[in-house]
Antibody
Framework: QVQLQQWGAGLLRPSETLSLTCAVSGGSFSSSYYWTWIRQTPGKGLEWIGDINHSGGTNYNPSLKSRVTMSVDTSNRQFSLRLSSVTAAETAVYYC????????????????????WGEGTTVIVSS | DIQMTQSPSSLSASLGDRVTMTCRASQSIGSYLNWYQQKPGKAPKLLIYAASSFQSGVPSRFSGSGSGTDFTLTINSLQPEDFATYYCQQSYSSLWTFGQGTKVEMK
């Protein structure tokens, strides 16, 4: 059974860089999965930050792209998020998740969803 | 960005009730719609993908329907463990977006 365990600094000052890591245990790290970061705030709800595959291919939310860096360490089955110049508004619970792809019977389309999630890391940005 | 609007934002229901909530996309997204359940202090849990396909292990009282811009999540015979917040999420565009959630509370 695939599990995601995440960690990182929980208290930051404005303008600092957020850094989180997520380790994958069980299942495949490669194949057709993308490894995803999502955050949740009371005000904006759930927000997709971006994702990365085992080869380092990335997709970022355009609103965060200039400040986001995702990386992958296949040997340790880990992936990481760095978000620079954080503000108080980015106080949130940050989740890592696995993006999975499925093809339905008699359907040529591929469907994507997040089927495994980490437990979440609360990050507080405060001076 | 594709905006996802859920209604109602909250609802009160009793055990055994049939509960229905909706999700509307700001443009057509085909069947690229997923539903998640979230309980307080926990990560979201996938219930339904591709608008109507069950995630493994999800009770059959949950069902999803719809395509294009309008989608529905139905819970038949509400159970105690179903009191939670439910989110829809579109995977049609490269920028994935979520609805603001529907909170199911006990009447």
């Amino acid at each position: 059974q695939v599990q995601l365990q995440q960690w990182g600094a929980g208290l930051l000052r404005p303008s600092e860089t957020l850094s989180l890591t997520c380790a994958v245990s069980g299942g495949s790290f490669s194949s057709s999965y993308y490894w995803t970061w999502i955050r949740q705030t009371p005000g904006k709800g759930l927000e997709w930050i971006g994702d990365i595959n085992h080869s380092g291919g990335t997709n970022y939310n355009p609103s965060l792209k200039s400040r986001v860096t995702m990386s992958v360490d296949t040997s340790n089955r880990q992936f990481s998020l760095r978000l620079s110049s954080v503000t108080a508004a980015e106080t949130a619970v940050y989740y890592c998740a696995r993006r999975t792809m499925s093809q339905l019977p008699f359907n040529y389309n591929y469907y994507y969803y997040m089927d495994v999630w980490g437990e979440g890391t609360t990050v507080i940005v405060s001076s | 960005d594709i905006q996802m609007t859920q209604s109602p934002s909250s609802l009160s229901a009793s055990l055994g009730d049939r509960v229905t909530m909706t999700c509307r996309a700001s443009q057509s997204i085909g069947s690229y719609l997923n539903w998640y359940q979230q309980k307080p202090g926990k990560a979201p849990k996938l219930l339904i993908y591709a608008a109507s396909s069950f995630q493994s292990g999800v009770p059959s009282r949950f069902s999803g329907s719809g395509s294009g811009t309008d989608f529905t999540l139905t819970i038949n015979s509400l159970q105690p463990e179903d009191f939670a917040t439910y989110y829809c999420q579109q995977s049609y565009s490269s920028l994935w977006t979520f609805g603001q959630g529907t909170k199911v509370e006990m009447k």
